[in-house]
């Protein structure tokens, strides 16, 4: 299969079947794309990196944006795919964390409710998001398709897992509260035009 290779002096790939191969005595190779990237650098011994026109310089410069690596066809796992969570259920979840949800969304939250709300943020975005580059981080390259219960709960244990949670949880203590004070605000009015209308039978 042809093997495009980039040109030794500027960097600029060259297309197969085209350029020369130039073998040091040392054991060193060199690609050259033209006669003017081998002259500038074996016989003007030139720096890439201070000619204007090579790549090198425009990437010593920030000029050309590094190209991120492609991905490599029938890889077990993309490099931004999100991991699925498996998250502890009923009595394995510690009373630490059904405190603070019943302190965030409570206060009186019933067990099952409060397991409940648990389980939505193991499937929610917010938590795979943080948690994916973690695992990731602190394994390697190991190919996984699940985090397990114990991995999970390590990274609860950590101050970014537990600030997590704590933002996820006022994100949805703003959206029930959103939604029961909008059912606690009409029942006022009710009232109101009530004793309006007793003040008018009066």
């Keep these: 299969m042809p093997i495009t290779r980039p040109c030794s002096?500027?960097?600029?790939?060259?297309?197969?079947?085209?350029?020369?191969?130039?073998?040091?005595?040392?054991?060193?190779?060199?690609?050259?794309?033209?006669?003017?990237?081998?002259?500038?650098?074996?016989?003007?011994?030139?720096?890439?990196?201070?000619?204007?026109?090579?790549?090198?310089?425009?990437?010593?410069?920030?000029?050309?944006?590094?190209?991120a690596p492609a991905a490599i066809p029938g890889a077990p796992e993309e490099v931004g795919a999100l991991l699925s969570v498996e998250a502890p259920k009923g009595k394995a979840i510690p009373a630490d964390i059904v405190d603070l949800i019943d302190h965030r969304l409570g206060p009186g939250l019933a067990r099952a409710d409060a397991e409940r709300h648990f389980a939505t943020f193991a499937n929610s975005d917010a938590l795979k998001v943080q948690i994916t580059p973690w695992y990731r981080k602190k394994h390697g390259?190991?190919?996984?398709?699940?985090?397990?219960?114990?991995?999970?709960?390590?990274?609860?244990?950590?101050?970014?897992?537990?600030?997590?949670?704590?933002?996820?949880?006022?994100?949805?203590a703003k959206r029930v509260k959103g939604r029961r004070g909008g059912e606690d605000e009409e029942a006022p009015k009710v009232e109101a035009k009530t004793a309006k209308k007793a003040k008018k039978g009066a």
Excluded: Y
């Excluded at 033209?34 to 026109?53: H, I, Y």
């Excluded at 114990?150 to 996820?168: A, Y």
């Design 9 to 67: 002096f500027c960097g600029n790939d060259i297309e197969p079947g085209t350029g020369k191969m130039f073998i040091r005595r040392d054991g060193t190779i060199h690609f050259f794309c033209s006669s003017k990237c081998e002259r500038n650098l074996l016989n003007l011994g030139r720096q890439a990196r201070w000619v204007p026109w090579t790549k090198h310089f425009r990437r010593a410069k920030g000029l050309v944006e590094e190209e």
């Design 141 to 172: 390259g190991k190919h996984v398709e699940k985090i397990e219960v114990q991995e999970f709960m390590s990274f609860l244990q950590t101050p970014q897992g537990r600030n997590t949670l704590k933002r996820w949880l006022d994100e949805e």
